[in-house]
């Protein structure tokens, strides 16, 4: 295997919108209700990020403990907060329908599959998708690139399929978020000591969390730190592409994320290939 090029995609945000969505206040919301969530405690989208998520996020994403496990444990605690007699049952099934509706949403936009099968087609390129995620996110995310026809595995299991040239690195997986270096010398640790020459990062660097969340809060700092650890960690050169869209509140938005898969695939297709993304079989 003779790569020159690693490929690293962020996911949520970037590969998929949908999550996005889901996470902005009126559809979160709905989902709370829709769930069952409210009778919990968890009654806007407020208390279920300064709740919920955020106390229990660094451990969730660097742990195989899942969001459904942490998330049940979180929402117990509240209820003891109240005069609220609730069954861990109850509680496990409302969680149950909140993690399932959410995890359907972590779907990869139609619009990136040319480019990512053109990557694919080229076996002088390997590609992380590499998240800061839920245990249950892996197989999801490996699970889209099989139903398109497109070898992916999880990266720990990349030894057991050394032809493939897609992995997904999931920081529940690897026990650091991409902040950490310890995220990037896992991977390197796991793959072969290639002589790279180019590194291509497309990343929203979380510039589509929700504002009010403390994940949000150091957006700069995790844009600096990430590239500075790719840097450090793969000693290439480092073409980044920032995967900024302003507005992605709705589905009404979604033309402009389509817009910039178009304008950031043709970017990669010309630096890689020389040639417009508009060529590329769908």
Same mark, same amino acid.
């Not at 590499?130 to 026809?149: C, G, K, P, S």
């Given at each position: 295997?003779?790569? &020159? ?60 403990? #899942? ?26 099934? +409302? ?69 493939? &040239? ?5 920081? +529940? ?46 957006? #700069? ?27 992605? &509140? ?18 990669? +297709? ?13």
């Amino acid at each position: 295997m003779n790569i &020159r090029t690693l490929v690293i995609f962020d996911f949520s945000g970037t590969l998929s919108v949908k999550a996005v969505l889901f996470s902005h206040s009126a559809r979160l919301n709905e989902e709370l209700k829709r769930a069952g969530l409210t009778e919990f405690g968890v009654s806007n989208d407020v208390i279920f990020w300064d709740k919920i998520v955020v106390p229990t996020w660094h451990e969730a994403v660097t742990s195989g403990i #899942g969001y459904e496990t942490s998330m049940v444990a979180q929402v117990l605690s509240l209820c003891a907060e109240e005069p609220v007699d609730v069954s861990e049952e109850r509680v496990r099934s +409302a969680v149950e329908r909140f993690v399932r509706g959410y995890m359907e949403s972590l779907t990869i936009e139609e619009e990136w599959y040319p480019l990512l099968r053109k990557l694919n087609e080229d076996e002088s390129i390997f590609t992380i998708v590499a998240t800061d995620h839920y245990a249950e996110a892996t197989e999801l995310i490996v699970q889209h690139f099989q139903r398109a026809n497109i070898r992916c595995v999880p990266l720990g299991k990349w030894q057991e399929d050394l032809g493939c &040239r897609f992995v997904v690195a999931n920081s +529940a997986d690897i026990g650091f978020q991409k902040m950490d270096v310890r995220y990037w010398r896992t991977c390197r640790a796991l793959l072969p000591c290639w002589e790279l020459e180019r590194i291509l990062v497309i990343d929203d660097f979380r510039s589509h969390e929700p504002v009010q969340t403390s994940i949000a809060e150091y957006n #700069g700092k995790y844009y600096e730190t990430v590239l500075k650890c790719i840097s450090e960690v793969f000693t290439a050169p480092v073409f980044e592409f920032f995967f900024n869209v302003e507005v992605v &509140r709705s589905e009404e938005d979604l033309f402009k994320f389509k817009s910039k898969i178009a304008e950031v695939s043709h970017s990669i +297709a010309d630096l890689l290939w020389g040639e417009d993304c508009s060529t590329l079989s769908s």
